[in-house]
């Protein structure tokens, strides 16, 4: 009998089973114990990795809490008394962080709403209707991920200045409305899970394409929309090269391009950078707290149907 | 119009009458935006950097054409570019493979019967949806040479601390560190959700022959995941090939240019130089790299992906 046909300790009692032979009994007790280690390697793997991920986080959060005093002190305190919650009203004595906030906020959901309506339009189009040339356009548009962002950057800055769009937030939000590659693909594998009978029975009741979109397929598709919706405000919130070229007023600027400039400015107040960079990333990881399901079932369609 | 029509233009009519014509309408109408969208902020685009990098341009002129200029100058004149390709190359190698490959193991261990299994998930991932730009001033503060924790550990395992962003020899791996730290939560769930679509038979088959784990893990998990390896590989190269925002916040290219990359010297030529010409000319050898080995990757693998078993 070998190790590998003894049932799983945990679904069996193990002292349950009568010993048979001392052999057996033995290879019974080689099995539990190489089973205990590999569980308890497991853990110890899983955890210090776990360890590895949170305790920076955390240290972001107990630096920004901190006297000046505090911070540089060796060797490190995880919690210095009394929190020095007086840091963060301090930020906005430095840097207009409100407006950040509020830039990067109307900049995300406008760019996250132009990609919601734009996506869902087109991706029905592709998904479920017949028409000529679209195998091509969506070849076009499945190549268009391939293109790095920055190849376009000089024409757009070009095309933006001509029209006045410089610091302004049109270039970071408008072309959402037309559009994102990864978008559309995104949209269509969700729209490609919704039973073509409802089209049919749809279009025998009288139902134009553009009723069945709005009617019953923006309905059905509310989880790929939150997928959507997630990652486009993710992207735009955390977004660096884009209002770095497009922003040059300070008045205009996103929260994560202040924070760039927090750091040049603050130069060794390591508590203020810190709790800036806190206030850069509390709203996203409170969305993701909220939406987590949506965000990880996207990444993995993504990933696996892609 | 008229009575008079070509038969060409009435079969058109037949086809707008027509079901499918009315149909195709609709769908124009519906993709409509893209349509416009993907020539005025793609297209156009895309062509006319492709014609800014072959003049001289400093945004107030008008261009003016050079022909090859800039990227003989690029590949002949100019060592920072080389430099830059360099330290891009670096970054790809150091990030990806360790990135990869430490995601899958990761993803095996969480696809494990464990206990609490959505609160680790949910840690690994939370760096994911931080910016890089508040990771990087994060890690700026981490790796700080007198005060920061990261030499503070290593004091107390008893090494000798490193400066970590203000030596040549470290700032890029300083770099490496963290973009694998940052990133690793995101192909954790892809690899996650490969693991959990490897169909249990072939598992349950593989142990009535008397394979052990790693027989199955060789001969079953690795050749059934490679799709799902093949689009991580894909996509780490193409974004790892246009890091900026950690260099750009954490060492500004420095020091002496050790962690400039090629959007990084891409940023400077074309918004701090006002070099537009050069900067597009360095935009298209990116685009033809990132082409060129993305097409690479789909060539190599019919060489080692396996749809099925």
């Known amino acids: 009998m070998s190790a590998q046909d003894a049932p799983p300790i945990g679904e069996a009692d193990a002292t349950a089973i009568p010993p048979a032979s001392a052999a057996a009994s033995e290879g019974l007790t080689s099995y539990r114990v190489r089973y205990i280690t590999w569980r308890v390697l497991l853990y110890s793997v899983i955890t210090l990795v776990g360890a590895t991920m949170l305790l920076p986080l955390l240290w972001m959060i107990s630096t920004s809490l901190k006297e000046p005093g505090a911070v540089l002190l060796l060797p490190p305190k995880w919690i210095s008394i009394p929190l020095q919650w007086g840091n963060y009203p301090k930020l906005f004595d430095v840097l207009p962080f409100d407006l950040f906030l509020i830039n990067s906020i109307k900049i995300a959901v406008f760019a996250t709403v132009g990609a919601l309506l734009s996506c869902s339009m087109a991706a029905f189009a592709f998904a479920r209707m017949r028409f000529p040339g679209k195998n091509i356009i969506f070849a076009v548009i499945l190549a268009m991920i391939m293109i790095p962002f920055h190849v376009t950057l000089i024409p757009l800055f070009k095309l933006y200045r001509d029209i006045g769009w410089l610091s302004t937030h049109m270039p970071l939000t408008v072309p959402f409305f037309f559009g994102t590659a990864f978008g559309i693909f995104l949209m269509r594998q969700f729209y490609l899970t919704i039973p073509q009978e409802m089209v049919e029975a749809a279009r025998i009741d009288g139902c134009s394409f553009i009723q069945i979109y709005y009617r019953i397929f923006l309905p059905l598709s509310k989880p790929g929309l939150a997928t959507l919706g997630i990652f486009t405000f993710l992207g735009s919130w955390n977004n660096l090269m884009g209002p770095l070229i497009f922003l040059t007023k300070v008045e205009t600027m996103t929260i994560t391009l202040g924070l760039t400039l927090l750091t040049n400015q603050a130069g060794g107040r390591w508590e203020l950078i810190q709790a800036g960079a806190v206030i850069s990333i509390l709203p996203i990881t409170v969305m993701f707290f909220i939406g987590q399901e949506h965000f990880i079932q996207g990444i993995a369609r993504t990933g696996i149907k892609g | ?309």
């Not at chain 2, 199955?216 to 059934?224: D, E, G, Q, S, V």
Request: charged share 10%; net charge positive; aromatic share 16%.
């Open chain 2, 1 to 309: 119009m008229s009575a008079v029509t070509t038969p060409a233009r009435g079969r058109f009519r037949d086809f707008l009458g027509s079901n499918r014509g009315r149909e195709a309408i609709e769908a124009y109408i519906l993709i409509l935006p893209t349509i416009l969208g993907l020539i005025v902020f793609t297209a156009s685009p895309v062509l006319a950097s492709l014609y800014y990098s072959f003049t001289r341009w400093n945004l107030l002129s008008t261009p003016k054409w050079q022909a090859l200029d800039n990227y003989i100058e690029l590949l002949t004149e100019d060592p920072l570019f080389w430099i830059t390709i360099k330290n891009t190359g670096y970054y790809v190698l150091g990030t990806v493979p360790t990135g990869t490959v430490l995601a899958l193991l990761l993803a095996i261990a969480l696809n494990q019967k464990i206990r609490f299994v959505a609160v680790f998930r949910t840690i690994y991932f939370l760096p994911v949806v931080s910016s890089v730009v508040a990771i990087s001033v994060l890690w700026l503060w981490l790796y700080q040479s007198d005060f920061g924790i990261v030499n503070e550990l290593l004091r107390f395992l008893g090494f000798r601390g490193v400066r970590w962003l203000s030596s040549v020899t470290w700032a890029m791996p300083a770099i490496i560190i963290m973009s694998i730290w940052h990133g690793l939560g995101y192909n954790i769930v892809i690899f996650i959700a490969g693991l959990q679509s490897i169909p249990q038979d072939y598992y349950e088959a593989a142990t009535v022959d008397g394979a052990n784990a790693w027989h199955k893990f060789i001969n079953i998990t690795i050749p059934l995941l490679s799709p799902v390896t093949f689009f991580v590989l894909t996509l780490s190269v193409i974004n790892s090939f246009q890091v900026f925002a950690q260099a750009y916040v954490m060492t500004r290219g420095g020091p002496v240019n050790s962690t400039k990359t090629i959007v990084y010297y891409l940023f400077q030529q074309g918004f701090e130089n006002f070099h537009m010409g050069y900067a597009s000319a360095l935009a298209y050898v990116l685009f033809v790299i990132i082409v060129s080995l993305t097409l690479f990757q789909f060539w190599f693998q019919r060489r080692w992906v396996h749809y099925e078993l």
